[in-house]
């Protein structure tokens, strides 16, 4: 059972807009800044959001991230067939004295 | 930047394995790193974590007191000690790098990970 929860599985069609939600506590994201990472199977991880909200240099500003309160989302806009992979959200938790992760939400491109 | 993992294999329950993290690209000293690990089917476990310097070393429940992480900064390696191994140890291994030199679990770079299975 992982600490953070995200849906387990969401789709949307290609140019439609999806949003992933991620719930925490007051000892992750109710205290610290959410990540958001892309995973494609057998691939390295990538970093899609930092600090809420923030992209690194290439990730394209279809995706972006919000947090309010112990909840976080992250949202891709113009969706593309390459958007099809499991996306992670990630959280500093100061109770465990360390960095806590969603269970994945795996994203369908219909 | 390039993490390239090794030493990941076939293990017996109860025994040990050494994972090793070659990086390249960056200043190695300048940036905590982490050990992330996938299970079969499951999703991202963080496993632990070393601080740039290396003073600071931290542990995921499940591995406190099996796992032990290092490094060689002279080497730009990281490393990481699994013994008393279980069943349930059996994941692919990811190196990551810290986006800071203090550990924040930011990790913008990975490895490609590799594979430890651990057979009971």
């Known amino acids: 059972q992982s600490v953070l929860t995200q849906p387990p599985s969401t789709s949307g069609t290609p140019g439609q807009r999806v949003t992933i939600s991620c719930s925490g506590s007051?000892?992750?994201?109710?205290?610290?800044?959410v990540d958001w990472y892309q995973h494609l199977p057998g691939t390295a991880p990538k970093l899609l959001i930092y600090?809420?909200?923030q992209r690194p240099s290439g990730v394209p500003d279809r995706f972006s991230g919000s947090k309010s309160g112990t909840s976080a989302s992250l949202a891709i806009s113009g969706l593309q067939s390459e958007d099809e992979a499991d996306y992670y959200c990630?959280?500093?938790?100061?109770?465990?004295?360390?960095?806590?992760f969603g269970g994945g939400t795996k994203l369908t491109v219909l | 930047v390039p993490l390239l993992e090794s030493g990941g294999g076939l293990a017996q329950s109860g025994g040990s394995l050494r994972l090793s993290c070659a990086a390249s690209?960056?200043?190695?000293?300048?940036?905590?790193m982490h050990w992330v690990r996938q299970a079969p089917g499951k999703g991202l476990e963080w496993v632990s974590g070393?601080?740039?310097?290396?003073?600071?070393?931290y542990y995921g429940g499940s591995v406190k007191g099996r796992f032990t992480i290092s490094r060689d900064n002279s080497k730009n390696t990281l490393y990481l000690q699994m013994n008393s191994l279980r069943a349930e140890d059996t994941a692919v291994y990811y190196c990551?790098?810290?986006?800071?030199?203090?550990?924040?679990?930011?990790?913008?770079?990975w490895g490609r990970g590799t594979l430890v299975t651990v057979s009971s």
């Open positions: 990551a790098k810290d986006k800071y030199v203090n550990l924040v679990g930011t990790n913008d770079y």
């Open positions: 690209g960056f200043t190695f000293s300048n940036y905590a």
């Open positions: 070393i601080s740039g310097s290396g003073a600071s070393t």
């Open positions: 007051s000892s992750n994201i109710g205290s610290n800044s």
């Open positions: 600090t809420n909200n």
């Open positions: 990630a959280a500093w938790d100061d109770s465990l004295n360390g960095p806590v």
